[in-house]
């Protein structure tokens, strides 16, 4: 009887510490499912940055070949009357990494500060999300300042990166459709690091052939093909696009737009999902819109990957190139200011 009552606790004992081990096991297991869970390769976008500046709060995993788009994105920075009286003939809107400031003082320096040509005025914006790297706190107080000094920036919080180039345009789109379609033209989207030659493209937009509705011209693929190869940079599955084919669009390096587009494609976005491949996508809305984009009067007009330096007789026929850098984009400038060669 003693024995047995002195070994009835032990036995409790051994229930007791069975349990507790059982529920810590429990919780561990909880715990590494969510650290798994939330280490996908697309983390949140709150968990990618450090800054002041907010980005959107909601996430959902878009999968490879698609971006998160529509979302609610806010503007953080818009401190600029580029689209106010009087307003431009034409807008230059150039999409630049949030710490590009070399880019953008590049030009603004040189073609984009050109603010009448031809007797109509030209202006420039320059567009920017939001930077995810660790210097990004001082990214954007200087972005902040910049703001203040310039007023030609915009800024939304989507997070800046190649991947989001989609986004990225249809964020200037969003903002072009609630501030500058009733006043501007036409937009030129332009990559920060092409040559604009100002001047041979308002005289193209002052052609009396030149449309200025469902106007959209560059240097148009009209038979760009979806690549199969899943080692390429642009592969898309046929799950994503079953067609061969692109629908034709414009080289996303520059093109010109009139100011009726951006609300027209913003209204079918919607109905089409968002792929990685930005210019690709505009021109699915294009066809759906059933618009087709427009070849400029000649071909030398938007140059990409030529021979460089251009020679007085091309430079005086493009509108834009690609460059090598910041020395030759200031060459072309320098070279464009001067009396004109014709060819």
């Not at 983390?43 to 909601?58: E, G, K, M």
């Amino acid at each position: 009887m003693g024995k047995a009552g002195w070994m009835e606790p032990g036995r409790n004992t051994v229930g007791v510490v069975l349990v507790v081990v059982l529920v810590l096991a429990y919780f561990l297991v909880i715990s590494n499912m969510e650290l798994s869970r939330d280490s996908q390769f697309y983390p949140p976008p709150y968990r990618q940055i450090s800054t002041p500046a907010p980005v959107a709060s909601v996430w959902e995993d878009p999968g490879p070949y698609h971006v998160a788009y529509p979302r609610d994105y806010r503007f953080l920075l818009e401190d600029t009357a580029v689209c106010k009286d009087p307003s431009p003939f034409v807008l230059l809107v150039v999409p630049v990494a949030p710490a590009d400031v070399a880019a953008r003082n590049l030009i603004r320096s040189s073609w984009g500060r050109q603010a009448e040509v031809r007797g109509r005025l030209v202006r420039s914006l320059f567009l920017v999300g939001v930077d995810s790297s660790l210097g990004a706190h001082t990214v954007q107080l200087k972005l902040q300042q910049e703001s203040q000094q310039y007023h030609d920036l915009v800024q939304s919080n989507f997070i800046d990166s190649y991947r989001n180039l989609t986004i990225k345009t249809m964020v200037m789109l969003e903002w072009l459709a609630a501030h500058c379609s009733s006043s501007a033209t036409y937009v030129v989207k332009v990559d920060s690091d092409m040559f604009l030659h100002v001047p041979n493209l308002v005289d193209l937009l002052l052609q009396p052939d030149t449309p200025k509705n469902n106007y959209m011209s560059g240097l148009v693929w009209w038979h760009s093909p979806v690549l199969r190869n899943p080692w390429d940079k642009f592969y898309m599955p046929r799950e994503v696009i079953a067609e061969e084919e692109y629908p034709p669009y414009p080289l996303g390096m520059t093109y010109i737009m009139s100011l009726d587009l951006p609300h027209k494609i913003l209204s079918v976005s919607r109905e089409i999902k968002p792929i990685f491949i930005e210019d690709a996508y505009l021109g699915m809305c294009l066809k759906r819109l059933q618009i087709s984009p427009t070849n400029p009067p000649a071909q030398d007009m938007f140059l990409v990957n030529q021979p460089h330096p251009l020679s007085p007789c091309a430079l005086s026929r493009v509108v834009a190139t690609t460059t090598t850098g910041a020395q030759l984009m200031m060459n072309y400038w320098r070279r464009s200011q001067q009396p004109e060669t014709r060819c």
